[in-house]
């Protein structure tokens, strides 16, 4: 069975629009993280933390960064 790594982030608790701070997860699409304005590159990384935490504790599946990471 294949499901969209997206959609299980949201189960985990993760929806779009999701905010730390001044990072969050982007309104249109799970997968991509946004600094909404000032955030460091710490924080959007502790926001990637955060999530890839708790979809481990929730499905037992560790997720990989594919980034493309712009002006760290």
Excluded: C, D
């Excluded at 001044?22 to 909404?36: D, P």
């Excluded at 502790?46 to 493309?68: C, D, N, Y």
């Amino acid at each position: 069975m294949k499901l969209p790594a997206a959609w299980l982030i949201e189960q985990a608790g993760f929806a779009k629009g999701y905010a730390l701070g001044a990072a969050g997860i982007s309104s249109r699409h799970t997968l991509a993280l946004v600094n909404r304005g000032g955030a460091s590159a710490a924080e959007v990384l502790a926001l990637a933390g955060q999530i890839s935490t708790a979809f481990e504790a929730r499905f037992g599946i560790r997720l990989e960064m594919e980034p493309v990471m712009v002006g760290f």
